[in-house]
Structures are given as structure tokens and as C-alpha cells.
């Protein structure tokens, strides 16, 4: 099944992610509420629309416990 891409003006790449940086205690998250997650300042212009595209994302535990409890995201399990 192939996924329409998102076209972004600029993104990290992702194999120098993969070496620079970490999230401690991660949590796997499907954010539900594109413009919720942007109105935190979490995440900006591009990361809604990674989240609009349905990307998912790992938060630290506590962080990821806020936005299910504000129902902002869900966690995914298992993907």
C-alpha cells in the first residue's frame, strides 16, 4: 500500500536522526488533533502536516501521558 507523500520546505534527515537523538522512555503516538498538537508548540507548520500525512511520533512517557489525556493523541502499539 503506498502513501501519498508530504511536501515539506525542509525535514531532518533521517538517517542523521537516527544517530544524533534519542527519546528517553519513549512512547509510540498517532496524533489525532493536527492543529491541538501545533497550538502546544510542539510541534510546528511541518510537523502538522507530518501528522495530517499520519506519521507517528515517540514521545518521552510523560509528555505522551498529557496529550492522551487531553486527547490529543493515542498511543500505538504494536506498528
Do not use: C, N, W
Not at 500525512?53 to 486527547?71: M, P, Q, S, W
Amino acid at each position: 500500500m503506498s502513501q501519498k507523500k508530504v511536501e515539506l520546505q525542509f525535514m531532518v534527515v533521517p538517517e542523521e536522526l537516527a544517530k544524533l537523538a534519542y527519546v528517553p522512555d519513549p512512547v509510540k503516538l498517532r496524533v489525532v488533533d493536527p492543529e491541538a498538537i501545533f497550538l502546544t508548540g510542539i510541534l510546528g507548520d511541518s510537523g502538522r502536516k507530518l501528522v495530517q500525512g499520519g506519521i507517528l511520533f515517540y514521545f518521552t512517557r510523560v509528555l505522551a501521558e498529557k496529550l492522551i489525556g487531553h486527547g490529543i493523541a493515542v498511543e500505538v502499539e504494536g506498528e
